[in-house]
């Protein structure tokens, strides 16, 4: 346990470094004058747009709180609407943190107040962020394509150097494939161990957005919860004059670089706003305006992350207090 902690906390100091590292890069790539014109820029905020900033940003955590319901549904597993988005808000706010172990707390926080194994659950996060990254491709080339005429070039260089890795690719899906015969190897002969019930447990939850009843609501889900990514990015732009002009489209890159960001660091520290400001290039914005979208908007979905977290923490623990005495008073009736 004390050397699993300690991975962890190695692999948080190295990517908060990372993190660090980059933004220290941008500043001593920004002129004095470009570090005034983007703190210009940031003061231009306009306060207002932050509210449907903030209920877009809430909405994407309400759909996928519902959408991991359904998930849970074919292991026999059925929270409230209230426990699950509890856990999800949660566990994006653990993840701020400790990259990765939000998706841990999600599950354990979630097992705690419905009283269902943790294990059980860990499955259905893998099919879901296998999911999540299935969409992202499809948002990429969606993004690439409708702007190939504005970052056409950039996009050409991207899938060349990702069509000069095939081998690559081909050797990841080699260990893929052996990684998963070692699985199925090593739950065949422990079954019954601690080992083998988190296998089965893994394999239950990817195998239940195969066979779950509700297919086209979870991909209704699925498309809501990008569609308010996007919103967030959008009425961002309205929320500073130097972006206002940008269309939808431009948007749609943004979400896409952005999500790259949110992966490299600890909650998109120093990468979302530098990929950001190098993309609004294109655009043909400033590099003190790009930054000064990139910091705006990387404050805004940190704040929304954080503040709901909080909130989060102090009414799961009320609310279940108040379904367990509701439920007490039923069964003395």
Known sequence: MKRKTLLTIIQYVIFLGLGILLIVHMSNQM??????????????????????????????????????????????????????????????????????????????????YENVPADKMIGTIVAERAFDVVTLCV?????????????GSYAA????????????????????????????????SNRNSKVGKFIKGLADGIRSILIMEKRGQFLLYSVLIWMMYWSQVYIGFHSLPVTEHLPGLAALVVLVFGSVGMI??????????????????????????????????????????????????????????????????????
Not at 139 to 151: G, Y
Not at 172 to 179: D, E, G, K, Q, T
Not at 307 to 325: A, M
Request: charged share 10%.
């Open 31 to 112: 002129s004095a004058k470009d570090k005034a014109d983007m703190m210009e820029s940031i003061r231009q905020t306009r306060l207002l747009y932050l509210i449907p900033i903030f209920i877009a940003g809430f909405l994407s955590h309400f759909f996928r709180a519902l959408r991991w319901k359904l998930l849970l549904r074919p292991l026999e597993i059925r929270p409230t609407t209230a426990n699950t988005l509890f856990s999800v808000l949660i566990g994006y706010l653990v993840n701020l943190l400790v990259p990765r172990l939000g998706e841990v707390a999600k599950c354990t926080v979630l097992a705690r």
């Open 157 to 188: 260089n991207l899938f060349g150097a990702v069509a000069a890795k095939s081998g690559s690719i081909i050797i990841v899906i080699a260990i893929l494939i052996a990684i998963i015969a070692v699985l199925i190897f090593i739950y065949r």
């Open 264 to 333: 490299v660091t600890p909650g998109g520290i120093g990468a979302y706003p530098l990929l950001i400001a190098q993309i609004l290039t294109f655009y043909g914005l400033s590099i003190s305006a790009g930054n000064a979208f990139g910091w705006v908007s990387w404050a805004v979905q940190a704040g929304i992350i954080i503040i709901l977290g909080i909130v989060s923490l102090i009414l799961l623990p009320l609310y279940n207090t108040k379904k367990h005495d509701a439920q007490t008073a039923m069964d003395t009736e």
């Open 139 to 151: 948002v990429i080339l969606l993004a690439f394509t409708t702007q190939a005429h504005i970052i």
